[in-house]
């Protein structure tokens, strides 16, 4: 005697499935870091738009969070504070050689702070 499927059990796995897909590819896309020589910069969102920015001459402190995880992968989440904030203003997730980036970053302001 077959056992019946339950198409409801997994057609609720296979939406799971595809969350976990999604997820990672909607936040890959909908964020956008960038910095130069005046400003770090984060954009987030895709149809509603966010943009985090602090002048680079504002700038207090730029701090790498890792995980176990993330530093077997070499990502990680980068956090800059401004001087005249009172905490994180402007996040970048997810960066690939984030001790690189920072170290670019913290370079520039010195640069900045020199002129």
Do not use: C, W
């Amino acid at each position: 005697m077959a056992v019946p499927e339950d198409d409801g059990a997994k057609g609720f796995l296979g939406a799971v499935a595809l969350l976990f897909l999604l997820v990672p590819v909607y936040q890959r896309f909908s964020n956008k870091y960038e910095f130069d020589a005046k400003k770090v910069e984060a954009h987030k969102g895709i149809i509603a738009r966010k943009l985090n920015t602090i002048r680079l001459k504002d700038l207090r402190s730029v701090n790498l969070k890792q995980g176990i995880i993330q530093r077997l992968l070499n990502t990680g989440n980068l956090e800059f504070s401004s001087a005249g904030g009172g905490g994180v203003e402007v996040t970048y997730k997810g960066i690939v050689s984030p001790k690189k980036v920072k170290d670019e970053i913290e370079d520039l302001r010195e640069t900045v702070l020199e002129n």
